[in-house]
């Protein structure tokens, strides 16, 4: 692995490693807002904000069903490109965590119909939706410490037979919480920079923001969102650091190697450049050229994404050779499939795009009748 991410791998491995991290990027950018959404409705509950209207609770309150939704569609594909990539080691560590891993399909079900409790005018008391949010976001971070989890079991493949001796449910070492804390304050900038695009964009519409909360409210909100993403900056690379000195031989070649360090290098500029952009906005809180800090977002999500990737990577060349996995994409790339894969892709978009549509055209019309 002395060449660049995916330069250096057989053709079948380098075509499913490209579609697995692409599909994945759509994915981590929904789950991040649904995250990160559901955890600031919480805190902001427990401190009396949602006794009140205000644009970021009525923004997050209106699209985290919808945002949910379109996580768990993107999800499906890098689903199936993991059980592709790396057959053996993925379900073993899911046979392993077993009825544990399972919960989270009850618990993902829990967490999305919290989110229609926030919307329900029954429930506009500050407790109930409080308890909703709370409710909510214990349910995700579940979810994503599940597959924090189940990912690093993956590759612990010396643990597994102990692991299956002794009945255990639950996968731990040094490197899950630094890990699964860069991925969960990580969400934070990538959930203002979409609630931030979604007040641009509203206030450019007939459903103005200042109109309904005050010109002050939507200042005061596009200045907490430059705050929660630099908060969420700062302690996603604090986790980082603590990540790369408890990891494994795996994290260090990934780290040093051409496989993933250009990569890294790029969500690290991409960091830099976001916390200079959240900055600014901080001292002029006026949702204008979003352009440059949605790339930066863009690169620091997929240079991290990558980098994982690499992790990965090293970890099972270090166990074994990498050559069966190869054998098997190979095979699996013979199969088929690749044009009824676009067809539904498209579908998806298509609808997922169709339904934004009818969203925004039908409050346009209620706003001018």
Known sequence: MD??????????????????????????????????????????????????????????GDWLPFALSGAITAAIAPLLFVQILYRQPFYTANLLLFNRWMAMLPVLIV?????????????????????????AAVCFLF???????????????????????AERIVHWEPALLPRLGMWIFGALPTMALVCLLQIANSNRGNRNLETRYGPDAVTGTVRLLAWLALAGLAAAVACGLIYAAVGDLAVRSALTGPLGRWYLLLGLVGAAAQFALWWGLVRDPTPRRLAP?????????????????????????????????????????????????????????????????????????????
């Open 3 to 60: 060449t660049p991410f995916p330069f250096g791998f057989p053709a079948p491995t380098a075509f499913y490693l490209v579609l697995f991290v692409v599909t994945l990027i759509v994915h981590v950018v929904l789950m991040n807002y649904v995250l990160a959404g559901t955890a600031v409705l919480a805190v902001s509950g427990l401190r009396g904000g949602l006794a009140r209207p205000n644009p970021l609770a009525g923004i997050l």
């Open 111 to 135: 967490g999305f119909y919290l989110l229609y409790v926030l919307k329900a005018p029954r429930f506009e008391g500050r407790w109930p939706r409080t308890a909703a949010a709370l409710g």
């Open 143 to 165: 979810a994503a410490w599940s597959w924090t989890e189940n990912s690093l079991l993956t590759l612990a493949g010396d643990q597994w037979a102990g692991f299956y001796q």
């Open 293 to 369: 800090l949605t790339l930066a977002t863009l690169a620091t999500i997929a240079g991290m994404t990558v980098f994982r990737e690499a992790v990965r990577l090293h970890a099972l060349d270090l166990q074994a050779s990498l050559q069966p996995y190869f054998d098997q994409h190979a095979v699996a790339a013979g199969r088929g499939g690749f044009v009824a894969f676009l067809v539904f892709a498209a579908l998806n978009v298509g609808l997922a795009s169709l339904c934004v549509w009818i969203v925004r055209t039908g409050r346009r019309q209620q706003v001018s009748n």
